[in-house]
Nanobody
């Protein structure tokens, strides 16, 4: 059983930075392709960023490109999302997700991911 735990959310002002983390019981995440999604109140869950297993190829939604950086750190045990120049529209619950299996996948599609964390709240005030 894969249990993902996110941390690092909080209340910040527009223009500030936050760093989100996702871990799975201290085990390496390198065998999973992983992603961050977010969900604002009243809206559908939307893709933010993803990273492929092993090679670590990053993917970003256009809305966060150039501001957010996804990476695996801590000997591949921690998935991080560095969020800079935050905007009010970045507000939402951020979820970490993981999928098993290799090859290409439909990166922004929530159905492609098997495991999900409980989410961490990010609130950006103006």
């Amino acid at each position: 059983q894969v249990q993902l735990v996110e941390s690092g959310g909080g209340l910040v002002q527009a223009g500030d930075s936050l760093r989100l983390s996702c871990e799975e019981s201290g085990r390496s995440l390198i065998t999973y392709s992983m992603a961050w999604f977010r969900q604002a109140p009243g809206k559908e869950r939307e893709f933010v960023s993803a990273i492929s297993r092993f090679a670590g190829t990053p993917y970003y939604a256009d809305s966060v490109k150039g501001r957010f950086t996804i990476s695996r750190e801590n000997a591949e045990k921690t998935l991080t999302l560095q969020m800079n120049s935050l905007k009010t529209e970045d507000t939402g619950v951020y979820y970490c997700a993981a999928r098993t299996g290799g090859g290409n996948w439909d990166v922004p599609n929530t159905k492609q991911y098997t495991y999900w964390g409980q989410g961490t709240q990010v609130t950006v005030s103006s």
